[in-house]
């Protein structure tokens, strides 16, 4: 997932709030920008940039590109939010424009560029054959909904069949997380308290 934005010092004082207008704008650094108003901005700073790093994500498509394919298959996505006009115009140059890597990247920062990389070169892909870009972002999206119900169906029938018939419990419970393990969906997880109940001795 995205991580919360991120102050790095004190915020820039503004003598009045801008308005909704002004706001959409400004950006990092500018005075009067809020990163309260601009939740997917990832760091905020008001030192120059050689002292702060490079962070994964540039701007708002590599930030929503990130957020989607780094977020684990059956977890819950957070809601698609809209690409700036501005960057939807400017969308070629920025697919173009590769992740720059720095030698105090540690392993999560290479990760996150090189899935923000693949990223694109689907975006890219999709765009050349004739698709918008928001309906990337919402297919995958819908993909990520899709698969956290499911995830969730099957957490609740493993649940309530521990409920309803403890003794066939634990063999459904393994059937439902080898097909999710196929499917690339993450593992159902049950405390150690209903594992030792119902008989299950490993994973």
């Known amino acids: 997932m995205i991580p919360k934005p991120q102050v790095i010092e004190e915020k820039v004082v503004v003598k009045r709030k801008p308005t909704p207008e002004e706001q959409k704008k400004l950006r990092p650094g500018d005075e009067g920008f809020d990163p309260a108003a601009h939740p997917f901005v990832l760091i905020y700073t008001n030192k120059p940039a050689e002292e702060v790093g490079s962070p994964i994500a540039r701007n708002g498509v590599e930030q929503v590109l990130y957020w989607i394919f780094s977020t684990p298959i059956g977890d819950a996505p957070l809601m698609c939010p809209d690409i700036p006009v501005s960057e939807l115009a400017d969308i ?112």
């Open 92 to 203: 070629e140059r920025i697919l173009d424009k590769g992740s720059d890597f720095h030698y105090e990247d540690d392993e999560a920062a290479r990760e996150g560029k090189q899935i923000i990389d693949l990223a694109k070169k689907e975006l890219k892909h999709f765009i050349e054959n004739g698709g918008e870009p928001q309906e990337f972002f919402k297919y995958y999206h819908h993909q990520l909904i899709a698969y956290h119900e499911q995830f969730m169906d099957a957490q609740s029938a493993v649940l309530k069949l521990a409920k309803e018939d403890p003794l066939l419990a634990a063999d459904y419970y393994r059937k439902v997380n080898e097909k999710l393990a196929k499917q690339g969906i993450k593992q159902i997880k049950l405390s150690n308290k209903m594992k030792e109940r119902l008989g299950i001795t490993e994973e």
